[in-house]
């Protein structure tokens, strides 16, 4: 009797093991509200061909951590003629609206470089009028600061700044020799730091490659894809996700969406809305056409990585700021992605 009782708890046990494994490999439902396969014809998306420039990528960072020591020990001697690109100047500024000075709008002993550094208001006006300008020189510059200025409370504003040179000072930067590198950094010679600073960089360098070859098979795949119309859905969703992100940065630098995004994209707004649209609609789909689901043990598993990865301190953070439908549907994106770049044949030269 006591060895039957034994046997059934025994069986009973595995059918709970079995329910909770099941559970736990139920595929999450989802659900686009439209067919990605009504909307675009997928072309090539396995073995994609595409070719790398891995060398002038790690040379192109290692020169830019070069010149940025380079220019982290320049030197500044004070001169008399008038201000040019490149040069360090450090000036006096106040704006008056109406005839008033606004403390928010005038500053003293302000250093920039020209034709590096951005003026702390983005007023252009006041950027230009510095060029030119002698030590002890005074200009009086009138401006109309733009609709989407910082501070709102002047936007549209006319404000006329009263401008005054202190002083004018050429940057000299040192040159890259071998006895400069011995006396600065204590390496025999320029190929030996060179070699200090790739390796030091190499996260950096392996990241921008990882990008560029994603980059490359992105072109390759959207090329070989034919959008033939865009979900509204989508297109709302993502219009409201981009202008959040792009106002923010778009309005720091003192631009509109359309400004930013030609700047910056070479394309307005709208259409870059639609460039990210059919970038989702490929993905999901290959999804799709690859059968791919995310399953409850996939989900529970992956979630503290993929917040973590998307720019998220936890798993927590993460899930109060989107919803489960949404990051299964970004899984899936990934997936997707993973998918393509497993399956590409990338060349490195």
């Known amino acids: 009797?006591?060895?039957?009782?034994?046997?059934?708890?025994?069986?009973?046990?595995?059918?709970?093991?079995?329910?909770?494994?099941?559970?736990?490999?139920?595929?999450?439902?989802?659900?686009?509200?439209?067919?990605?396969?009504?909307?675009?014809?997928?072309?090539?998306?396995?073995?994609?061909?595409?070719?790398?420039?891995?060398?002038?990528?790690?040379?192109?960072?290692?020169?830019?951590?070069?010149?940025?020591?380079?220019?982290?020990?320049?030197?500044?001697?004070?001169?008399?003629?008038?201000?040019?690109?490149?040069?360090?100047?450090?000036?006096?500024?106040?704006?008056?609206?109406?005839?008033?000075e606004v403390t928010d709008l005038s500053g003293s002993d302000y250093s920039m470089t020209l034709g590096t550094d951005t003026f702390i208001l983005k007023v252009s006006e006041v950027t230009e009028a510095l060029y030119g300008m002698y030590a002890n020189q005074s200009k009086i510059v009138t401006a109309t600061l733009p609709d989407n200025f910082s501070m709102t409370e002047y936007a549209g504003k006319k404000v006329v700044f009263e401008i005054?040179?202190?002083?004018?000072?050429?940057?000299?930067?040192?040159?890259?020799?071998?006895a400069y590198i011995k006396e600065t950094y204590n390496y025999n010679s320029i190929d030996a730091y060179r070699e200090y600073v790739k390796k030091d960089a190499q996260s950096e360098i392996d990241a921008?490659?990882?990008?560029?070859?994603?980059?490359a098979v992105l072109t390759k795949l959207q090329d070989s894809c034919t959008i033939k119309d865009y979900p509204d859905e989508l297109i709302s969703q993502q219009t409201d996700k981009l202008n959040e992100s792009i106002s923010f940065y778009a309005t720091l630098q003192g631009f509109s969406n359309d400004e930013y995004c030609q700047k910056n994209f070479n394309m307005s707004f709208d259409d870059f809305v639609k460039k990210s649209v059919a970038q989702l609609l490929i993905y999901q789909a290959i999804a799709k056409s690859e059968d791919m689901h995310i399953t409850e043990y996939d989900y529970k598993g992956n979630l503290e990585e993929f917040a973590k990865s998307n720019g998220y301190?936890?798993?927590?953070?993460?899930?109060?700021?989107?919803?489960?439908?949404?990051?299964?549907?970004?899984?899936?994106?990934?997936?997707?992605?993973?998918?393509?770049?497993?399956?590409?044949?990338?060349?490195?030269?």
């Open 1 to 100: 009797m006591k060895r039957n009782i034994i046997k059934r708890v025994a069986v009973l046990g595995l059918s709970v093991v079995t329910l909770m494994t099941t559970a736990c490999n139920t595929k999450i439902k989802v659900d686009y509200g439209y067919d990605p396969l009504d909307y675009i014809d997928l072309g090539k998306y396995k073995g994609i061909e595409a070719t790398v420039d891995v060398t002038s990528i790690t040379n192109e960072i290692i020169d830019k951590k070069i010149q940025d020591a380079l220019k982290s020990n320049a030197t500044y001697t004070e001169v008399e003629r008038e201000a040019r690109s490149g040069d360090k100047v450090t000036f006096s500024y106040s704006g008056s609206v109406g005839g008033l």
């Open 164 to 178: 005054t040179m202190s002083y004018v000072e050429q940057v000299n930067i040192p040159m890259l020799t071998d």
């Open 208 to 215: 921008e490659i990882k990008e560029a070859k994603e980059e």
């Open 313 to 349: 301190s936890s798993k927590s953070v993460f899930t109060d700021a989107y919803d489960k439908d949404t990051i299964v549907k970004s899984m899936l994106i990934q997936n997707a992605q993973d998918f393509v770049m497993d399956n590409a044949v990338i060349t490195e030269k």
